[in-house]
C-alpha cells in the first residue's frame, strides 16, 4: 500500500498492491495495519456503503455536523471525479478543495478524515461506489456544501456531461460562506 500526500494536512490517496496475472487480480482493499503503517492513522470503521450512479449524477458535497464522519472511498466499477473540502476550522486550508479521478481501472482510494465535505460526479455511463466510515450515518446531522460554490472554485469536468443530475438536498444546498455565518461548520472532536 502506498499513501501519497495531496498538498491538505490529513487527505490522501491510497495506492493499494495489485497481485494480477492473466487471470486477472487481487487486492487487500482494506487491511487496517497496512493503512495505520502507510498513514500513521488509526481508525475504526462502524459502517460499509455502496452507491450506483448514472453517467452525469453529482452525489455531494456532503458532511455530517456533528459526529463527523471519516471515509474511506473507492470505485470498483466506472469512474468518478471524487472531490473532498476542508471544512475543518482552524486548518490551514480552510475552504480548499482537492479532486481526482477514481476508478475501477487506476484503483485508487481516497482517504477523506474528519471535518471535509464530500462528493463525486459520474464520468463513465455508471459508477459503483464504496466506502467506509468512521460514524454511523445520522441523517439530522447531514448538511450540503453547494457544489458550484465560486469560492471553492471547484473545477468539475462538465465538458462532455453538461448541467449534473442532482438530489433535491444537494441543489439547494448552501454556500461555504452562509454555513459558516450559520454555524453549521463540522464540530471537531
Known sequence: MNAIKT???GLLIIEPTLFGDS???FQESWN???FHAATGTEVHFVQDNHSRSARGVLRGLH???KRPQAKLVRVVSGCVWDVAVDLRPGSASFGKSFACELSADNHRQLWIPEGFAH???VLS???DFLYKTSEYWTPAYERSL???DPELGIDWPLESIGQPTLAAKDAAARSLSALQH???LPEMH
Open 63 to 65: 458532511y455530517q455536523q
Open 119 to 121: 462528493g463525486f460526479l
Open 182 to 184: 450559520q454555524g453549521e
Open 32 to 34: 487496517e495495519r497496512e
Open 23 to 25: 487471470r486477472g487480480f
Open 7 to 9: 498538498g491538505i494536512d
Open 146 to 148: 453547494l457544489w458550484s
Open 125 to 127: 455511463e455508471s459508477a
